[in-house]
């Protein structure tokens, strides 16, 4: 196994807007084969911030079983580190069948995947601030990151 790809984002967040991303708010997009990973940390511009509880919130993982994923936040809150790891990148779930499974959550069923070479990861980054009306959240807009398959057909 090779070692993981390891990118390094700031962000600067914003109480009454989007926040600032040091990627210019485009998707980091990876190529990453079975079994390899990509380790992102960002690094959060303090100026009274800091990130909170476990620094993420998944809003879409799709194909959330064909990667693992790991969020941690350090231990002075400064940082949070997004770490995935490709299980298998040859197919997903599509659309039609992903509204089947969350319409009917107590009800077990087959599903034809539909081969596809990448996924998206959606979330938002979760921060901090002290005010005087005390600590509020405040959740980014989606930092999305898109994992592709190298070798995969066009």
Do not use: C
Request: charged share 25%; glycine share 4%; net charge negative.
């Amino acid at each position: 196994m090779s070692d993981p790809i390891l990118l390094e984002i700031t962000v600067a967040p914003k109480a009454d807007g989007n926040w600032v991303f040091s990627n210019e708010d485009k998707p980091v997009e990876l190529k990453l084969a079975k079994g390899e990973s990509a380790k992102i940390t960002y690094k959060i511009v303090p100026d009274g911030w800091n990130f909170s509880e476990n620094g993420t919130f998944f809003t879409e993982a799709q194909d959330n079983f064909n990667y693992n994923l790991i969020s941690e936040v350090s231990e002075d809150r400064l940082s949070v580190t997004v770490t995935i790891q490709a299980i298998n990148l040859e197919h997903t779930i599509s659309s039609e069948q992903l509204q089947k499974l969350i319409a009917e959550p107590t009800i077990a069923m087959p599903i034809e995947l539909t081969h596809d070479h990448n996924s998206k990861v959606d979330f938002r980054l979760v921060a901090e601030n002290v005010t005087a009306n005390g600590v509020i959240r405040y959740f980014s807009q989606d930092p999305r990151v898109i994992i592709d398959e190298p070798d995969a057909p066009v």
